[in-house]
């Protein structure tokens, strides 16, 4: 058996074609994960000790466990409860519950950067609690954020591979099918793994820059862009 | 709903997949943290050349879905003259993606001792290996143990995947009982409360090792004011914990205390 990579040439476009799912799905399961990290730590600051617990345990089930298994229970144990989800949302679904549970944690850790004067300041204005939350805590908390909000991007569109075990047909099983075509396994596989590196070193990318500018101090950044328009 | 009668027939079943699991899963983490060593002297070694070659690798590898690289292995050893069982593709898919993962994390502990260390060190006329082991090594363990953690949790979580070419692991034994009984729900649940436990213990293991080994790790606990509080803090803690923590923390205060830069951002972990 030897490497030709000119057998699988013809097979490029079609698997770069099968990229608009995998990033589709990626990209529903990071808002769907960002919208329920949102939920999850508004919840949690309502301090009511039983929805605390659950969430608790929901969290540390859903990190304690694979995420090809919580995508079996999404496709498989949601049509028993009469939730009949077809294979994309159901793994969208799962993907953007796992998201969630992560995201929540950072966010977490980002309420932690934020100082205490700022609510203090908010709450002497006389603003209400969604003002307070709307437009002081959570533009700065995106802000520190959305690194991480990068990064988990990159965690979730190696987890769309997953789907291809439900048989959502994203860029996994795309090369899947065709392999089981043409027998050419390794090649086949060599070229989605490199549509998968450059989107998401692309996206690694975009985090490490978003980190930098995160550590500058904002005054310091905001000179900077003054002076040079 | 959930049928006892079933309970023993497929209890070896999952049993045995527990214990494969088990096995892959801590033998990749051992595997990895070995080959990691290397790879992370590379990456920090003198030559350029090589360091670029293994931030390369380092990089690929990281940015691949773990079943994209697990048949790549599996599919390439043939390539270079083995035809590997399926589950001897995992384990070496399994310990090759740890590795990528753990070198990155000793790169970065090895970049968060301070340069100043080094300096002193080398002032001192101290040789490498002291260096190595006695000044640099202990300090990176409080910055490397917490990701450590979560790169391991993280290889027992993609040894599931092992499931899709046919190894018989937890996952793959539970849909095979699944298929044959069609008792969805109490599989899945046993399967998930199985890998959970495997998941607490890792997690427990590491954070012993953590704790019995770090120096100067103190905690760093928010006092918030009530006002704040409000917003910001998810639980409501108990008035006199933090100070207690505090307190303790000062009082273990190891001659050596290095105050290492916030920890403010990097610690969150699954």
Excluded at chain 1, 37 to 61: E, Q
Excluded at chain 1, 123 to 136: M, P, S, T
Excluded at chain 2, 95 to 112: D, I, K, M
Excluded at chain 2, 134 to 140: D, K, N
């Amino acid at each position: 058996m030897t490497l030709d990579i000119a057998v699988v040439l013809p097979e490029v476009p079609r698997l770069l074609a099968a990229c608009v799912p995998t990033l589709a799905v990626a990209a529903a399961a990071l808002l769907a994960g960002l919208a329920g990290a949102l939920l999850l730590t508004l919840l949690r600051l309502l301090k009511f000790a039983p929805l605390s617990a659950v969430i608790g345990v929901l969290t540390s089930a859903v990190f304690g466990t694979p995420p090809l298994l919580v995508i079996f229970v999404s496709y498989y144990v949601l049509p028993l409860a009469g939730i009949d989800l077809p294979p994309l949302a159901a793994g969208t679904l799962a993907i953007g519950l796992i998201s969630a549970c992560f995201l929540a944690e950072v966010m977490r850790a980002g309420l932690a950067t934020i100082p205490d004067g700022q609510v203090e300041a908010g709450v002497a204005l006389g603003l209400r609690g969604h003002a307070i939350w709307g437009r002081i805590i959570l533009p700065q908390l995106l802000r520190v954020m959305a690194p991480n909000i990068v990064n988990e991007f990159t965690v979730v569109v190696k987890a769309t591979a997953l789907l291809s075990a439900i048989t959502v047909t994203e860029l996994m099983r795309t090369a899947q099918q065709i392999y089981a075509v043409n027998y050419r396994p390794l090649e086949t596989l060599l070229v989605a793994a490199a549509i998968y590196a450059a989107v998401n070193l692309a996206a690694s990318a975009v985090a490490a820059f978003l980190d930098r500018s995160r550590s500058r101090p904002r005054s310091a950044a905001g000179a900077r862009r003054r002076s040079t328009s | 709903m959930i049928d006892v009668d079933l309970a023993p027939a497929y209890a070896d079943l999952l049993g045995r997949g527990y214990l494969l699991t088990v096995a892959i899963s801590f033998g990749a983490i051992v595997f990895a943290l070995f080959l990691a060593v290397p790879l992370a002297m590379l990456r920090l070694g003198a030559s350029a050349k090589l360091a670029w070659i293994a931030v390369a690798l380092v990089e690929a590898v990281r940015s691949l879905p773990f079943l994209v690289f697990l048949l790549l292995v599996h599919f390439s050893m043939p390539l270079i003259g083995y035809r590997t069982p399926a589950w001897a593709s995992g384990l070496i898919a399994l310990s090759l993606y740890g590795a990528a993962y753990f070198s990155e994390a000793l790169r970065a502990a090895y970049r968060a001792v301070s340069r100043g260390q080094l300096e002193a060190a080398a002032a001192l006329g101290l040789s490498r290996t002291v260096v190595l082991f006695r000044v640099i090594g202990p300090q990176m363990v409080a910055p490397f143990a917490p990701v450590a953690r979560v790169n391991a949790i993280m290889l027992l979580k993609e040894s599931a995947v092992l499931s899709i070419i046919t190894v018989p692991e937890l996952t793959h034994a539970s849909l095979r009982i699944q298929a044959e009984t069609f008792a969805t729900v109490p599989t899945w649940i046993t399967v998930a409360l199985l890998y959970w436990s495997i998941t607490a213990a890792l997690a427990t293991l590491f954070t012993r090792i953590e704790r019995g080994l770090s120096i100067g790790a103190h905690r760093r606990s928010v006092r918030r004011s009530e006002v704040a509080a409000r917003y910001l803090d998810l639980a409501p803690a108990p008035a006199s914990s933090g100070e207690r923590r505090n307190a303790a923390a000062v009082l273990q205060l190891p001659r050596s205390t290095i105050s290492r830069g916030k920890s403010r951002h990097g610690t969150v972990g699954r």
